[in-house]
């Protein structure tokens, strides 16, 4: 086979993704700096005889691709900062309901409006904790134009998989940057396809609680009646107060993901062997490290890197690990701290730094050999 | 990280230099298989205000994607070359058009002023292509790429009934340099 | 098709009952002539999807017997579209209250309408939030209490069927919960519609709105709808003077030949597939 090499965007990249994964179905919002990935699917999704629709608002698109989804769609969005903060709710309920469905955010400066066309990292807390309530979610964090395509694809298998919003968290300088691709032909990567129950229409329960196994969910419309609602509800669906049952519709939305952690995680070492620091650092800023990385060491300064790719579920045990053998973690990320608080939580033992610079620039390297050398002398 | 070069356009938004960027790139990652990548950063506005376009091309992976240290910068306005001159290297190149950049008191590097915006309204008529010629000028220059190869990239992206005026430009970029280069 | 014996209990799902409704309340009104107008069209259960937002009308699909989606707040109308697009066989009813369709969702309500999607969506009108206690919906008479309005209303209400018809619904009615028949009868034509049908139901919360507005019995609310009730044909005859506190009943608004968004969407997949 000859190999498809193209020079794409990053959310170009994660359009081709959602095409190779099988996606039935988009619906979105414009906003910047993810508007390309909805472009690129309108012109995609028709001529291959799928679903691409631009709703009246972001909360709209996110239940589109709910309903589509209960439907048997493979689904996906995109959106960024103040689309994220309104679809909040409606993923809640996918989290709830269990629907399967792939968010991508291309994390952009905030609080509110922010700076729509300037990269940041500070949206990953609200990756896990944006909606309310209790729950787990899956969310990975690209940080090539390639990786940003696989990592698409991947998510929409753990999305049916674990029947579970999966968030791409990607950023204005990923989504934009433009680099070399291999584009995968469909029989070359692993796709998780949707399936009917194995049990029929009279035996079967939308939700299963106890046996550690997650139940499909039936395609609506194929003689599969069932109720969604998005009150705590039992294994038939319907909703239900009884303690008991509550205690165990909590306990799986956690332990549906948390259980299956090494299906799930997926991390990079980088020179960590002889490293004297860690470096942690994620999507684009995890670039600018390992460039920082070459330049201490040439300094004769031992780093290395860890760089979560799935980062929610937080790889809590690799960080654990690697703090019993290296004392110093430095902890990279465009944001004021917030994987640092997940860092220190799990890293017992090491001494925890962080560099935190959100100023619209994508951290250099040079900021981050600047902080090497000062953390290498304390 | 030594072989390592890095190319800025530099101009206002509309002046096609983002797309400039997009086929040097290409031309580099696609036709000579080295690696490369494409940035760029503009304000909220999407026409209008200062805008840059960077291409990082090197042998090695490449990681940090923007430009810190500019081996060669093309200005196409005054605004752009005060803003964003300062990261050019010692030894970088800077090339200018000359009706449009005027005040040199910021410069920096080795300075190349063409004619471009006159080339481009009398062989051209029009200013369309202006991207184009300043991307044949910075090949040239540079040898980044061969001529084949950016030539490739160009037509790709070129609107159909467009290749022969598009062509052109990039010949009068070719031109321009060579000219400029004898002295 | 299915032909039938109308029976209530092959529709019920009837060990999730009984209700929550109130003793009296119109909603089970509807629900019974909702299940006789799917009958009478003859829909198979498997191909019913019906999606609800928040509230207590938006309990319904929980007792009924198809493919049923109890979403958030406002938004049922963006599942329903979400399905209609991805599966167009399959008949889409969407169930909501007056301010679930025209107050968190009414952004939903306008765009589903002006792109005339082919779902239908009942609106349970009961001028009230019965749920949370009895504030103020968008569809409350000017002047009446509410618990937050204890000093009675000062906003306009919304005509739900004005504005469905303004934003491009292409059949667009009313009836209530006392006209039973009626309603039954709008229920089949608004579901035989190919487009955006809206029915609005003028239906009875006397616990929270009725008492609140010298109605306090669900007999009294009954027959404030058989009074105030109009049919559209004699509106016609009648001074604004004389039609003032009182609706407008029928079908008041039907247009067969916009086109609809869903058939739109395949055809042109069907032409891009020719290319």
């Known amino acids: 086979m000859s190999k498809n090499i193209k020079l794409m965007q990053g959310n170009e990249a994660v359009a081709e993704g959602a095409v190779i994964a099988g996606c039935d179905f988009f619906a979105g919002y414009p906003i910047t700096p993810s508007s390309e990935v909805a472009e690129i699917l309108s012109s995609k999704l028709p001529k291959i005889g799928k679903v691409f629709l631009q709703m009246e608002d972001e909360i709209a698109a ?30 809640g309920y996918a989290s709830m309901c269990e629907i399967p469905c792939v968010i991508v955010n291309v994390m952009r400066g905030g609080p509110s409006t922010g700076l729509p066309t300037l990269p940041a990292q500070g949206d990953v807390m609200q990756a896990k904790w944006g909606t309310h309530g209790d729950h787990a979610v899956i969310a990975i ?31 204005e300088i990923i989504g934009h940057m433009r680099e070399k691709v291999v584009i995968p032909d469909k029989s070359e990567v692993e796709v998780i396809d949707v399936k009917l129950p194995d049990v029929p229409p009279e035996k079967y329960n939308p939700y299963n609680y106890t046996s550690g196994k997650v139940t499909p969910l039936a395609p609506m419309g194929e003689g599969y009646r069932y109720h969604v609602t998005g009150l705590i509800h039992g294994e038939t669906g319907f909703p239900s107060q009884k303690t008991d049952i509550i205690q165990n519709a909590q306990n799986w939305l956690i332990d549906k993901i948390y259980k299956n952690i090494k299906d799930i995680e997926k991390f990079e070492e980088f020179q960590t062997d002889d490293a004297d620091i860690l470096i942690v650092a994620y999507g684009s800023t995890s670039r600018s490290a390992r460039q920082a990385i070459s330049m201490a060491r040439a300094a004769g300064i031992k780093v290395g890197m860890f760089r979560p790719i799935t980062i929610w579920p937080f790889p809590d045990e690799q960080i654990s690990n690697l703090s019993k053998k290296i004392k110093k973690i430095l902890v990279v990320e465009m944001n004021m701290g917030q994987v640092i608080l997940e ?33 290498s002398e304390n | 990280m030594s072989d390592r070069i890095e190319f800025r356009f530099s101009g206002s938004g509309g002046q096609g230099l983002i797309l400039a960027g997009i086929i040097l790139a290409d031309a580099a990652a696609i036709y000579e298989n080295k690696n490369a990548v494409q940035t760029q950063s503009y304000g909220p506005e999407a026409r209008g205000g200062s805008s840059k376009s960077e291409v990082i091309i090197s042998n090695d992976p490449i990681e940090y994607p923007k430009a810190t240290k500019v081996n060669y910068m093309v200005s196409l306005t005054q605004e752009a070359f005060n803003k964003y001159i300062n990261d050019v290297k ?7 058009d ?16 063409l004619d ?29 790429v061969s001529h084949d190869s950016i030539e490739k990239a160009l037509m790709k992206r070129v609107p159909k009934g467009f290749e022969d005026y598009n062509k052109k430009a990039l010949e009068i970029g070719f031109r321009l340099a060579k000219e400029v280069k004898k002295g | 098709m299915i032909k039938t014996k109308f029976n209530y209990d092959y529709y019920l799902r009837k060990n999730t009952l009984p209700h929550i409704w109130c003793p009296g309340c119109g909603d089970g009104i509807i629900l019974k002539a909702l299940l006789r107008a799917i009958h009478k069209c003859g829909y198979s259960k498997d191909e019913v999807v019906i999606t609800s937002g928040i509230g207590c009308a938006s309990r319904l699909p929980g007792y009924v017997d198809f493919n049923t989606i109890h979403t958030t707040h406002g938004r049922a109308l963006t599942f329903a579209i979400g399905m209609k697009m991805y599966k167009p066989k399959l008949k889409v009813i969407t169930i909501s209250g007056d301010g679930d369709a025209l107050a968190i969702g009414g952004n939903h309500f306008i765009h589903a309408a002006r792109r005339n999607i082919d779902m239908t969506l009942i609106v349970f009108n009961n001028y009230t939030y019965g749920m949370t206690g009895g504030q103020y919906s968008p569809t409350q008479p000017l002047d009446s209490f509410a618990t937050t309005t204890p000093f009675g209303s000062i906003e306009p209400p919304f005509d739900v069927c004005n504005l469905a018809q303004a ?16 309603l039954e009868k709008f229920m089949v034509d608004a579901l035989n519609h190919t487009g955006f049908s809206v029915l609005d139901v003028i239906t009875n919360c006397h616990i929270s709105y009725g008492r609140r507005n010298k109605m306090k019995s669900p007999v009294e609310m009954i027959k404030y709808q058989k009074e105030k009730a109009v049919p559209a044909r004699s509106a016609e005859n009648m001074s604004p003077e004389e039609l003032a506190g009182r609706f407008k009943t029928g079908i008041l608004f039907e247009a067969k030949d916009r086109p609809e968004f869903c058939g739109e969407y395949h055809k042109k997949l069907e032409l891009l597939k020719t290319k």
Not at chain 1, 143 to 170: C, D, G, Q, W
Not at chain 1, 353 to 359: A, S
Not at chain 2, 90 to 96: L, T
């Open chain 2, 98 to 113: 000359k009706e449009l950049v005027t005040d040199f008191s910021k410069a920096k590097g080795k300075l190349y002023v």
């Open chain 2, 116 to 144: 471009m915006v006159k080339s481009a309204r009398e062989e051209l008529g029009k200013l369309l292509g202006l991207n184009i010629i300043s991307l044949g000028v910075l090949v040239e220059i540079s040898g980044i």
């Open chain 1, 141 to 171: 964090t690209p940080s090539s134009v390639n990786e940003s395509l696989y990592e698409t694809i991947r998510a929409f298998n753990l999305a049916i998989k674990y029947r579970t919003p999966v968030v791409i968290l990607t950023d």
């Open chain 2, 90 to 96: 010692d030894d970088g190149i800077v090339i200018v």
């Open chain 3, 167 to 182: 934003a491009g619904a292409t059949w667009v009615g009313r009836s209530t919960s006392y006209h039973a028949v009626q």
């Open chain 1, 343 to 375: 860092v220190q939580r799990t890293a017992c033992g090491s001494k925890v730094y962080g560099l935190h610079i959100v100023n619209g620039e994508p951290i250099t390297p040079d900021n981050i050999l600047a902080k090497i050398k000062e953390v």
């Open chain 1, 62 to 91: 996110m239940g589109a691709i709910l309903g589509a989804a209960l439907g048997g769609a493979k689904t996906i969005t995109a959106t960024s900062g103040p689309g994220m903060s309104l679809k909040q709710e409606n993923i």
